[in-house]
């Protein structure tokens, strides 16, 4: 009399084909968590950014950002002595913002610096391409060595044109910042670099 029930190879075949559907879930859900860390990662950058505009317009200060691999650092520039100064902490913007990890940032497209003088900055001027030769100086805990921000925001509103790239490992997003101080976000748009 045959008794009812399964193979071994029908049992075996089951279990594989579970294990293949459980990889490519836990594959999916890797790839689903990487891509929200990068576009958090993009709008939180987007958010300090806008918020060192609002800053530089309100207070009608100059204000800069040094672009790091991992992260961005915010000054203002001292209008009487020409020195950049790193900002201080308040609740709603620190002084420097550190990505989340997993991310890289790279700064790509940068098309404008303003112009040379601070005291022409301070009065809003508009932007060229001329270096910014009265930034020099430290600011708090900076020592005696030069800063020269990579991104500048002027009291009129204006910004330096460039695209901030951030990346993981197979993905990638673009905080975009034009002239008149939009600040945009873009996903996926670039392939990121080779490590």
């Known amino acids: 009399m045959p008794t009812k029930g399964f193979t071994?190879?029908?049992?075996?075949?089951?279990?594989?084909?579970?294990?293949?559907?459980?990889?490519?879930?836990?594959?999916?859900?890797?790839?689903?968590?990487?891509?929200?860390?990068?576009?958090?990662?993009?709008?939180?950058?987007?958010?300090q950014l806008a918020n060192v505009e609002d800053e530089a317009v309100g207070r009608q200060e100059v204000w800069g950002v040094v672009v790091g691999v991992t992260g961005v650092q915010m000054y203002r520039l001292q209008t009487i002595t020409g020195v950049w100064e790193q900002v201080q902490n308040r609740s709603w913007m620190p002084p420097?913002?550190?990505?989340?990890?997993?991310?890289?940032?790279?700064?790509?497209?940068?098309?404008?610096?303003?112009?040379?003088a601070s005291?022409?900055?301070?009065?809003?001027?508009?932007?060229?391409?001329?270096?910014?030769?009265?930034?020099?100086?430290?600011?708090?805990?900076?020592?005696?060595?030069?800063?020269?921000?990579?991104?500048?925001?002027?009291?009129?509103?204006?910004?330096?044109?460039?695209t901030l790239i951030l990346e993981t490992g197979h993905d990638s997003a673009e905080v975009i910042l034009d002239a008149i101080g939009h600040i945009d976000v873009r996903e996926g748009a670039y392939a990121p670099a080779a490590s």
């Open 8 to 47: 071994l190879i029908e049992v075996l075949l089951v279990v594989v084909i579970v294990a293949i559907l459980a990889g490519v879930i836990v594959m999916h859900m890797d790839l689903d968590q990487g891509r929200h860390v990068l576009h958090e990662g993009a709008d939180q950058l987007a958010a």
């Open 96 to 116: 420097r913002y550190d990505l989340p990890a997993g991310l890289r940032l790279r700064l790509l497209a940068l098309k404008k610096k303003p112009v040379a």
């Open 119 to 162: 005291s022409d900055l301070s009065q809003g001027s508009s932007l060229t391409t001329t270096g910014m030769g009265a930034a020099t100086g430290g600011g708090a805990g900076m020592g005696a060595e030069a800063i020269h921000p990579d991104l500048y925001f002027l009291p009129s509103g204006e910004v330096t044109s460039a």
